[in-house]
Each structure stands twice: as structure tokens, then as C-alpha cells.
């Protein structure tokens, strides 16, 4: 089984920053596929970016150049670092690993992705 924990959510004016932060409990951690995804009220779970195994990462449109995802293997960490925030950026945001090695599933493939912690809230301000 795998749990993961985020944290690091909060709130921020328009153009801020944030870093969330998730802890995973998998065992072979290294060979996992993980990604970021997020859910709005009133709207579907969308993937924001992951990463494979082999530090690849894809990225949805609406974030590209703005998010960076990352991971520490030693701490079975992953990250999420989000700059120049939009009003439409907040969610709750969620972290999640593919059950896959050396690749990872297309982010629209929510239900490939499991693990699903209790969320890290971000809010934006304008």
C-alpha cells in the first residue's frame, strides 16, 4: 500500500510562489513514476506534471514554465515548486505515483495514477 503525505500549501497574491512538498511511503520509491495533480472546486482532477523514474518530467499546458517538479530519492520526497501564481491555479493539490518504471502515463490518465494523500491547499489572490 502507499501513502503519501503533502504539505506546503497556503496562500499567496497573484504572481507569488509556493513549494508543496510530498512524502511517499513506497518502498522501490526510485523506480516510480510521480506526479502533481490538482482539483478545483466544481471541477475535475487534473494532472499538473510528473516525473519518471529516469528524472523526465511532462508538464500540463497551463503550467509549463511556470512549475518545476522534482524529487529527492534519498528522502522519498517530491516536489512541486510553483512560481508566477494565477488566479487560476488554485486547488487542492494532490500527489500521486504510477504504478510503472522508467516512463509515465500521460497526465490525462488520472486513473493510472494512486496513492492519493489528503491534499495541500493553494490559494491564490488577485
Known amino acids: 500500500q502507499v501513502y503519501m503525505v503533502e504539505s506546503g500549501g497556503g496562500s499567496v497574491q497573484a504572481g507569488g510562489s509556493l513549494r508543496l512538498s510530498c512524502a511517499a511511503s513506497v518502498l522501490t520509491y526510485r523506480w516510480y513514476c510521480m506526479a502533481w495533480f490538482r482539483q478545483a472546486p466544481g471541477k475535475e482532477r487534473e494532472g499538473v506534471a510528473s516525473i519518471a523514474s529516469d528524472g523526465s518530467r511532462k508538464y500540463a499546458d497551463s503550467v509549463k514554465g511556470r512549475f518545476t517538479i522534482s524529487k529527492d530519492n534519498a528522502e522519498k520526497s517530491l516536489y512541486l515548486e510553483m512560481n508566477s501564481l494565477k488566479p487560476e491555479d488554485p486547488a487542492m493539490y494532490y500527489c500521486?505515483?504510477?504504478?510503472?518504471?522508467?516512463?509515465?502515463?500521460?497526465?490525462?490518465?488520472?486513473?493510472?495514477?494512486?496513492?492519493w494523500g489528503q491534499g495541500a491547499q493553494v490559494t491564490v489572490s488577485s
Open positions: 500521486a505515483v504510477a504504478d510503472v518504471i522508467a516512463w509515465c502515463p500521460d497526465l490525462r490518465r488520472r486513473d493510472d495514477y494512486y496513492g
